[in-house]
């Protein structure tokens, strides 16, 4: 029979996977670190990281990231290497996918969606919230010369969730993937292993210790991770502040729950408007601070004027509103503008080309045109 441990503040049940992360932490070591010899660095997608690094990624990159180290010889991926780069992760580590569900019904129990998400971690976040947002509703913000979408359910704040799921779970746990379930009253997003040895959720809200620090840093370089250590705070602030009852964080058997309280989304429960909306066209209007419009009008007339000079990259725009050239700044601040036609890539057959340059269309000069009028 496994024993106990007292572990600062916690007690825990020393059963064999306690001990051995007990035994890496005394060595100072994490499970990430360890080289995998039975994959090759032809395993990881060196375009991949690149692309979310905003900058070229060679071997050498890979060594002094932790994602690849010295075995037998041979330079081989670390699991922080498999996790952040790998097309197909789970082929070495059976719990390194996300499964992502729509689940209606007061138990719970009625299956209406779900998706299996496979490939690198860091590119598993836009997915889940893809996900989560096709069963979410919208209603449309105006204000200034823009409109724009507030979702059913705290968007940011969900996805910092989800982020801190894939950075801090444990795959060392085999065939226990990352689950995120979306319920009619609340999203839950199961991670696996339990919190560190010495942390509590009361700790978790004043400081950080990371599990993953090499794939962390892969998802701070690639801005979706915006500060490290402030995250769960955070959430807890943005549940707050959109008046939800407070997160809720606990540990289960093996795993961490998060749970965050959402506006009913049982069908039978809504109005029509709000059900035509789910995954759809928005269904009212609201009226956003002006601290809000502003601030996000500026950034687009500030990347639209930049654009207005001529062509450029994406890290020239980037860069004109202070921001880095990773792939979380771009699907934030850019790709929202070439989707709503007031930019458009130079070479449109091949959207990830190196080359690759934006230049302002007729719409972006109108809506530039529009915003100075206003300014008049």
């Known amino acids: 029979m496994d024993g106990l441990l007292t572990l600062g503040p916690t007690t825990r049940q020393a059963d064999p996977a306690l001990v051995v992360e007990l035994e890496r932490t005394a060595r100072g070591f994490s499970f990430e670190e360890q080289p995998e010899p039975r994959a090759d660095l032809a395993d990881l997608d060196l375009a991949v990281l690149s692309e979310l690094r905003g900058r070229p990624t060679e071997v050498d990159d890979f060594l002094a990231l932790g994602l690849a180290a010295g075995q037998g010889g041979r330079i081989v991926p670390t699991y922080a290497g498999i996790l952040a780069a790998c097309p197909g992760p789970t082929r070495f580590l059976p719990s390194a996918w996300v499964q992502c569900g729509r689940l209606r019904g007061p138990g719970g129990t009625d299956i209406f969606d779900q998706i299996e998400i496979h490939g690198p971690m860091p590119l598993a976040v836009d997915k889940a919230m893809d996900f989560l947002l096709k069963h979410a509703y919208r209603t449309a913000v105006f204000g200034g010369v823009r409109r724009r979408d507030v979702w059913s359910i705290p968007e940011e704040a969900v996805r910092e969730v989800v982020v801190n799921a894939l950075v801090h ?16 009253d609340r999203i839950q997003v199961d991670s696996p292993g339990l919190l560190l040895p010495g942390m509590t959720v009361e700790t978790m809200r004043r400081a950080s210790r990371l599990r ?22 955070r959430v807890f602030d943005q549940v707050a502040e959109a008046g939800l009852p407070e997160l809720v964080i606990e540990e289960i058997m093996d795993r961490v729950r998060v749970t965050v309280y959402v506006p009913s989304h049982d069908p039978a429960g809504r109005s029509r408007p709000a059900r035509e909306a789910e995954g759809g066209p928005l269904s009212h209007q609201v009226e956003p601070s002006d601290e809000q419009v502003s601030k ?23 860069t004109t509103i202070g921001l880095s050239d990773a792939y979380g700044n771009y699907r934030r601040h850019l790709l929202p503008l070439v989707e709503q036609g007031y930019l458009a890539r130079t070479i449109p057959d091949k959207p990830n080309s190196r080359f690759q340059h934006y230049r302002l269309t007729d719409a972006g000069r109108a809506h530039l045109d529009a915003v100075a009028g206003d300014a008049e």
């Not at 779970?169 to 979306?182: D, L, M, Q, W």
């Not at 996000?296 to 980037?318: F, T």
């Open 212 to 233: 993953n620090p090499a794939l962390a840093r892969v998802f701070r370089e690639a801005g979706i991770m915006e500060q490290w250590g402030t995250g769960v705070q």
């Open 296 to 318: 996000s009008s500026e950034q687009v007339a500030v990347l639209l004027r930049r654009a207005a000079a001529g062509p450029c990259s994406r890290a020239d725009l980037l």
């Open 169 to 184: 779970a444990s795959y060392a746990e085999r065939s226990t993937p990352i689950r995120v379930g979306f319920y009619d």
